[in-house]
C-alpha cells in the first residue's frame, strides 16, 4: 500500500511540475521580445493617436503639462507621429558663450555651461557660437510613443 502511495504521490507531483513548466513557458513566449528594465512598458499604448508637424506641436504633444519645478506631469498615453522632417535648428538663433576643442580629431567644441565646470581646464578657451535650441530639451511625460513614418519621420536640432 505505502509503494502504491508513493507512486500516485509521484505521479501528481510529475503531473504538477509539468503544467507548472507549462504556465512558465507560456508566460515565457508571451515577453519574448527584448529584457531588460522596460519589458513591461506600453508606451502610448492605448492613448489618442496625433501626428504633429511642427517642432511647438511636437512639444505640447510629447508634454502638455509642467509642475511648478518644471518637470513634465504629463502621465496621459499617447502616441505622437512624425511624417516628415521637424526641425528646431536656429529657431531661438545663437548665442555666444565660453567653451574648448578638447578633441583633436573633431571639429565639436565642448560648451560651458556653467563657471564651475572644470572639462575645459586643460584646453585652451574660447567664446563658442552655439544654437540656443538645444539649451531647452523637449520634455517627455510617461506613457509617450514617439513614431515616425516609413523614412520621412525626422528630427533635427535637439
Do not use: W
Request: with cysteine; proline share 3%.
Amino acid at each position: 500500500m505505502a509503494s502504491t502511495t508513493l507512486k500516485i504521490s509521484a505521479r501528481l507531483a510529475a503531473i504538477a511540475l509539468l503544467a507548472l513548466l507549462g504556465t512558465a513557458g507560456a508566460a515565457m513566449a508571451k515577453n519574448s521580445g527584448p529584457g531588460g528594465f522596460g519589458i513591461n512598458t506600453t508606451g502610448g499604448d492605448g492613448g489618442d493617436t496625433v501626428h504633429v508637424t511642427t517642432p511647438a506641436q511636437l512639444r505640447n504633444e510629447l508634454c502638455r503639462s509642467l509642475d511648478a519645478a518644471g518637470y513634465c506631469n504629463d502621465d496621459a498615453p499617447r502616441i505622437v507621429v512624425v511624417d516628415r522632417t521637424i526641425d528646431f535648428r536656429g529657431l531661438e538663433g545663437s548665442a555666444m558663450g565660453l567653451g574648448c576643442h578638447p578633441y583633436s580629431n573633431k571639429s565639436e567644441a565642448l560648451l560651458l555651461l556653467n563657471s564651475s565646470d572644470t572639462r575645459c581646464n586643460d584646453f585652451v578657451t574660447s567664446q563658442i557660437q552655439y544654437d540656443k535650441v538645444g539649451r531647452h530639451p523637449i520634455m517627455v511625460g510617461s506613457n509617450k510613443s514617439l513614431v515616425g513614418t516609413g523614412t520621412s519621420g525626422i528630427i533635427k536640432g535637439t
